[in-house]
């Protein structure tokens, strides 16, 4: 049985930072394209940031130069550092793999 799950969301002032952690069971993080997306409350889900199994990382324009992502193999988590953070980065974040995503953890950008 494969299992995603985000953790690292939070309340954070403008400005701040946060880091979201995904840890996988069943399935092998460094097999796959792991993609964050996030969603709004009354906006589409949008894809925010994804690393492919070779490493190669692509970031949304909106977070380009303030969100890293990055994979651990020994862990099989793969995390998102978000730096410079804005109240329009508030929503819930969720990582998938091939089919399967996680059950969202919440972010909060108070201004």
């Known amino acids: 049985q494969v299992q995603l799950v985000e953790s690292g969301g939070g309340l954070v002032q403008a400005g701040g930072s946060l880091r979201l952690s995904c840890a996988a069971s069943g399935i092998i993080f460094r097999d796959f394209t792991t993609h964050w997306y996030r969603q709004a409350p009354g906006k589409q889900r949008e894809l925010v940031a994804f690393?492919?199994?070779?490493?190669?990382?692509f970031y949304a324009d909106s977070v380009k130069g303030r969100f890293t992502i990055s994979r651990d193999n020994a862990k099989n988590t793969v995390s998102l550092q978000m730096n410079s953070l804005k109240p329009e980065d508030t929503a819930v974040y969720y990582c998938?793999?091939?089919?399967?995503w996680g059950q969202g953890t919440q972010v909060t950008v108070s201004s």
């Open positions: 690393i492919s199994s070779v490493g190669s990382t």
């Open positions: 998938r793999a091939s089919a399967y």
